[in-house]
């Protein structure tokens, strides 16, 4: 191995030792060998921001990154993997955009770090042989950086690759599913991945990476706009505090100047605010298309409900309120297959004369386990009024609740035992469902429901249900519920 290859290995082994500062090598050389161009247009030092340093200390092999906008996570993860492809031999690296003028500006800034490294690195260790707008490779190094665009699902075919950045893959095309799924495949164990991007709906492949991120073995990191020093509005006078306003203060520690850069965004972005500016990770994720729900008061409730006072089959049964002497009440059942990766079967126990939620279950059953646990919650509430939906595995619920469980008290539609959900009834119980959600948001206490309310919108074609990747089996269970009370 040449001299000047040499050393730049022996940094690569290195780049995440300390120093008695506490500073790893990886940020020494940031700050000492990359350039950026800073909000001001102007060629400076790569000197870490708030979000990169918590996101470098709590990065793993495998992350996913919920941010606001413009906090530099996609210059930080270029100069991580920058650093690299130039000191370990035999590595590629690949950037993912969302489309082609991301790509390019991505790129940009990867030739701006190369071209201001120190001369005697880009005519030794580092000379290149190919270095356009999409790819950099190293020959002394056998190393390669290289950009792509999310719109070719075939990306990642054939190659082995040790750093993967994807980036704004909320945004990628709708086959975005299949063209992430390329590329990890490409991914070596011990690579390195990074997933980002500022929310955009509350569907689609990056939330559904997000939600199960646990499970899949990725570090979630969410950084909320206040990390950035920029998002500030000195002398303006703001009067009192809101409720909401305070609590940030309080529990986030806003200055008066963030809030009031806070207001200027709430008044020219409206309620995407939100996710432009995200402050939770879970408000953040808009539905996309046109809610059926008025948002505002979806996130209202969220934030007012309470846990529920029981909960059993580890938690697929929630109560808020057990069932009083005298009082009536009634179950709507969204059945399902029963299948673990299909939807959700459903029940919703509401009072009757106020239209209360009182407890709800929700889980993979089949028709049968169904039955089961739909009579014993109807028992349990005074023998309720049953309203099973009886399209497709509705018949078998209904069958087993007559012949197995002989359970009784049955709505009957029709001469029919069970509910009929069809063109004429779905947009009528949704509006009431949507009027009753809108005029008495306290009747609601399931944190899960009022997120399907959240992700449940008008689709183009003139449909109403959930967005992709999302379920609405529990906002069906409580439409039917509310449209037997009102019927």
Known sequence: ?????????????????KNLEGATLRELLMRGWLKIRNKQGQLAPFVLNRAQVEFGNAYGRKNIVLKARQLGISTHVAGR?????????????VQVAHDQRSAEEMFRMVHRFLENLPEEMRHGALETSHANVRQIIFPKLDSEYRVETAADENAGRGLTIQNLHCSEVARWPRDGAATLASLRAAVP?????????????????????????????????F??????????????ELGELSE?????????????????????VRANFGVR?????????????LASGESVFDLEIIEQRIRECGEASDARENGRWLAWFPPQKGREYIVGVDPAGGGADGDYACAQVIERRTGLQCAELRGHYTPQEMARNAAKLGREYNDALLAVERNNHGHAVIAYLTTV??????????????WVTNVATRPRMLETLAATVASCPGLFNSRRLLEECRTFVRHGDGRSGAVSGAHDDLVMAMAVALAVRNG
């Open 1 to 17: 191995m040449d001299s000047d290859v040499s050393w730049l290995v022996e940094l690569g082994h290195r780049l995440d030792e």
């Open 273 to 285: 605010a939100r996710e432009e500016f995200a402050e939770d990770a879970s408000s953040c994720f």
């Open 244 to 264: 909401e306003e305070r609590a940030l203060v309080d529990g986030e520690g806003l200055t008066r100047e963030q809030v009031a850069f806070r207001r200027e």
């Open 405 to 418: 469980e002989h359970y009784e008290h049955l709505h009957m539609s029709g001469g029919h035992a069970g």
């Open 81 to 93: 993997f920058f650093l690299n492809t130039i000191t370990k031999p035999g590595t590629l690296t």
């Open 223 to 236: 950084l909320p706009w206040w990390w950035e020093p920029a998002y500030e509005r000195p002398g303006v």
């Open 189 to 221: 164990p011990h690579g390195e991945i990074v997933l980002e991007s500022t929310p955009n709906g509350a569907g689609g492949v990056f939330y559904e990476e997000w939600q199960k991120a646990e499970a899949t073995g990725y570090v979630r990191h």
